[in-house]
């Protein structure tokens, strides 16, 4: 049973460029979950997505950031010119449910670092 | 902020002690989850507790839940060099999780 996948593991991106994320769910999961996280801090929900669906995007950035879940493929989220503030550990979960009831299952993380 | 606070921030014991933490939070929840951050790595997630629940066990871990004082406490038992971690509580009511930054914990072989 593969978890959540995350890629790329790194990203190193100029100021100015677009990073994209890609997640992959747990197989059969349509409950997807980006974050984010500071060093030393907590991680700050961003976005939450379901099939074709922005459920609830409260913690996201209005401009640069974005998120998709399609139909089929990886969850991505795309973050537009990066700044140097926008360097972080970006993790995406999935869950079988609404988050209210179900854990969540995390992937290895996205490290991204703006230059 | 809804955010939850964990105390103490950082902890260091000896192998074989006990660990507790604790989480406080502000709004009402449905449940509250505790997970464990391995340094560089992502969370896994250790033990669901429900709001109608008061304790719950899961191997070395105790967790209980006081929704009166809308605070939990993670026990980790016979802690283990391999325990060194930081660990987070979250918690679930009516939007996605919102989760505390964190007791780092360091076990001492």
């Known amino acids: 049973n593969a978890g959540v996948m995350q890629n790329p593991r790194h990203l190193v991106r100029r100021r100015g460029q677009e990073a994209r994320l890609r997640c992959s769910p747990v197989?059969?999961?349509?409950?997807v979950y980006w974050y984010r996280q500071l060093p030393e801090e907590g991680l700050k929900f961003m976005v939450y997505l379901q099939k074709e669906n922005i459920i609830d995007e409260s913690g996201m950035p209005k401009e640069r950031f974005s998120a998709e879940f399609p139909k089929e493929g990886p969850s991505i989220l795309r973050i537009q010119q990066v700044v140097r503030g926008d360097s972080a550990a970006y993790f995406c979960a999935s869950s079988p449910g609404t988050a209210r009831g179900y854990e969540q299952y995390f992937g290895p993380g996205t490290r991204l670092t703006v230059t | 902020s809804q955010q939850g606070e964990e105390d103490p921030q950082a902890l260091s014991i000896q192998e074989g002690e006990n660990a507790t933490m604790n989480c406080s939070y502000k709004?009402?929840?449905?449940?509250l989850q505790w997970y464990r951050q391995n340094s560089g790595r992502g969370l896994v997630h250790l033990i669901l507790i429900r709001s109608n629940e008061r304790e719950k066990h899961s191997g070395r871990l105790r967790v209980t839940l006081d929704t009166s004082k809308k605070s939990s406490s993670l026990l980790i038992t016979a802690s283990r060099a391999a325990d060194t971690a930081s660990y987070f509580c979250a918690f679930g009511g009516n939007t996605p999780l919102v989760f505390g930054k964190g007791t780092r914990l360091s076990v001492i072989a």
């Open positions: 709004t009402s929840i449905n449940n």
């Open positions: 197989k059969g999961h349509s409950h």
